[in-house]
């Protein structure tokens, strides 16, 4: 069967997008909404948190066991698996009667996960090798976007229409996905029977590097600690820039946008890049440009100059996400490539709940301002780490090469 992977590419791309933003979206006004369900005083602050920490770290979990099944029997069957729920968990937080079922259904959204890193793994199994870089570049965006643009789809939808009604739209467009999913991606796989099946220990055998392999997850954790932590105290060091004036919602609902769509605009022709030059030294141009630009964002003035540096990060993610997904894809054996995928996605998510909480204490306990200092520190981190890491292909075009 013939497969027409840019049809899949564009399939997943929305796919990908909108389950990265239905996880987002809701933080703008997730403490209303516990708040609405009954939740008082500290309590607030308690349950919005878990709320929104408990579905990336259940997926985060149970990444590992979802890419062993999607090896066995398909990715495409796992993105279908996991969109049906998703649309039920999603669409019954309209309906949910106090905090304590908002978590139970959070946390069933979380642990049948899995949408985003099958996607990437079809992708990479069906993609010329010689275009990976792009296809997956293209694909990162849909995340990318998803996670930077979902708050303000979220804000502005809870403010025009009601909190409820934006978790039933969401459920709409996630039936919607798992139409498409099913109808409209392609995928030749033979399923395999279960002790036919590689095991992990010996997938991980056969990646053709695995000290590159582990710092690439590593690389995937600090990108995601590094984007989130700055997520709870944006809104406040905007208010701060601003002069507590008006508009801070708007203001920073176009801030945070700013990111996702840069790195839209960028992704698919830096993944190019990544294809012709190496996606190994693409991470490195971009480590570089990524903490170029974070470090400036502590010693702002006005919301302005951080909109426009929020914008040029844009460009810096648009470098790293593919050029991540690219090497995976390069290094890992075919019959295992799922499960390598969902590791990676088990880092990620890790790292959305830790940037959060490294973001929260740093802010509480120094400044808003010392909050990107630190993650200029992670991201220089990532550097030495890549640097060295990769210190014997520097001068390899292609680390398959």
Known sequence: ?????????????????????????????????????????????????????????????????????????????????????????????????????????????????????????????????????????????????????????????????????????????????????????????????????????????????????????????????TVQSVAPILTLYIRELNGHSGNVMMISGFIVSSVGLSAMMSSGFLGRIGDRIGSHRLIIIGLIYSFLIYLPMAFVKTPLQLGILRFMLGFGSGALMPSVNSLLSKITPPEGISRIFSFNQMFTNFGQVAGPLLGSAVAGYISYRAVFLTTSCFVLFNLIWSLFNFRKLLGVRDIAS
Not at 1 to 23: C, E
Not at 51 to 72: K, M, Y
Not at 195 to 222: M, W, Y
């Open 1 to 225: 069967m013939k497969i027409n992977w840019k049809r899949n590419l564009f399939i997943a791309w929305l796919g990908t997008f909108f389950t990265a933003a239905s996880i987002s979206l809701v933080m703008p006004f997730m403490p209303l909404y516990v708040e609405k369900l009954g939740a008082r005083g500290s309590e607030i602050a308690i349950f919005a948190g878990l709320s929104v920490a408990v579905s990336a770290l259940a997926s985060g979990l149970v990444a590992p066991i979802w890419g062993r099944l999607a090896d066995q029997r398909g990715r495409r069957v796992m993105m279908v698996r996991a969109s049906v729920v998703m649309t039920f968990t999603m669409g019954a937080l309209a309906f949910v009667p106090n905090v304590w079922w908002l978590l139970v259904m959070r946390l069933l959204n979380g642990l049948f996960a899995g949408y985003i890193p099958n996607s990437t793994a079809l992708i990479a199994s069906q993609v010329p090798r010689e275009k990976s870089g792009y296809a997956l570049g293209t694909l990162s965006t849909g995340m990318v976007a998803g996670v930077l643009i979902g708050p303000s789809i979220g804000g502005f939808l809870a403010q025009a229409v009601g909190m409820e009604n934006v978790f039933l739209i969401t459920g709409a467009v996630l039936l919607l996905v798992t139409l498409l999913t099913i109808f409209l991606v392609k995928e030749d796989f033979t399923p395999i029977e279960k002790h036919e099946l590689l095991p992990t220990k010996e997938v991980f055998a056969r990646v053709s590097n695995r000290q590159i392999l582990l710092g690439l997850f590593i690389t995937s954790f600090i990108l995601q600690l």
